[in-house]
């Protein structure tokens, strides 16, 4: 049976604290739509030391998506969000401490890439998007020293737009970073850090993976894209786009 928590005091927590605190902790913004964390955890309700799956779950931006109890008395939550639109609503407040200049107009160019299957632009606005981040966000913020900070950009500037977005979305060879169904066409996104790999291997991971097999019988169209950073320019780097 689920167990439910809610303290009276967090019916005041507000997006703009919660949002602050999330960029405090360098949170991994994909990984908030499928984090796992025990009952325990949930039940602690100090405001000072709450981890940070805890307060998202207190507040409503996660709920319970399944309940194990692999041990007696041990309980696994798995968390995630409870619909799009709380999933957009919570990105839509991230992007700008993100560093995301005018947040409302990037996701206009970006659904009118999406909804055209303009990928030529999607990729235009997608380095254009990375080179408006702030040099200074970079220096004075934590989560610019690790490589999770482009793709907590990247995840958090699609699902601010409401779409169907997974993350680690699991097939029978693995999971593709991040896939997207939305107007028709299904489009498979990995990344990857050219200073560590050389080019290229984002889209050959897709296709040797065997990531778009799941999809085929859907009847949509197919799109791997392999986006590849540097942390040297802090940009896109390649944009590698193959239709099935």
Same mark, same amino acid.
Request: net charge negative; no cysteine.
């Given at each position: @049976?689920?167990?439910?928590?809610? +303290? ?31 009952? %325990? ?27 194990? @109890? +692999? =041990?007696? !008395? ?8 409870? &619909?799009?639109?709380?999933?957009? *609503?919570? &990105?839509?407040? /991230? ?25 030529? !632009?999607? @990729? ?16 004075? &913020? +934590? ?12 995840? *958090? ?6 779409? &169907?977005?997974?993350? %680690? ?5 693995? #999971?593709?970073? =991040? ?8 489009? /498979? ?11 290229? #291997?984002?889209? %050959?991971?897709?296709?040797?993976? !065997? ?6 019988? *859907?009847? #949509?169209?197919?799109? /791997?894209?392999?986006?590849?950073? *540097? ?10 786009? %193959?239709? /099935?």
């Amino acid at each position: @049976e689920e167990r439910k928590f809610t +303290p009276y005091w967090f019916e005041s927590a507000t997006p703009t604290f919660l949002v602050e605190l999330l960029k405090k902790r360098g949170v991994f913004t994909p990984a908030l739509s499928q984090l796992q964390t025990e009952a %325990e955890l949930l039940g602690r309700f100090d405001v000072d030391h709450i981890a940070t799956e805890a307060l998202l779950f207190q507040t409503g931006y996660l709920t319970a998506h399944a309940v194990e @109890e +692999p =041990m007696t !008395g041990y309980w696994l939550y798995t968390l995630g969000y409870p &619909n799009l639109e709380v999933e957009a *609503s919570l &990105n839509q407040a /991230l992007l700008p401490v993100l560093g995301v200049q005018a947040p409302p107009r990037e996701r206009l160019t970006l659904f009118r890439n999406l909804q055209a299957h303009d990928l030529q !632009g999607l @990729e235009t606005h997608l380095k254009a998007l990375y080179a408006g981040l702030p040099h200074d966000w970079y220096r004075n &913020n +934590p989560i610019a020293q690790y490589e999770g900070h482009y793709a907590s950009v990247f995840y *958090s500037h699609f699902a601010a737009l409401g779409v &169907n977005v997974t993350v %680690e979305d699991a097939s029978h060879h693995g #999971k593709v970073d =991040m896939s997207i169904d939305f107007n028709g066409h299904v489009y /498979l996104f990995e990344f990857k850090v050219v200073e560590q790999l050389p080019k290229g #291997k984002a889209i %050959e991971q897709i296709k040797t993976k !065997g990531y778009a097999d799941k999809y085929r019988a *859907s009847g #949509k169209p197919i799109h /791997l894209v392999g986006v590849e950073f *540097s942390s040297a320019p802090r940009q896109i780097v390649a944009f590698d786009v %193959e239709a /099935l």
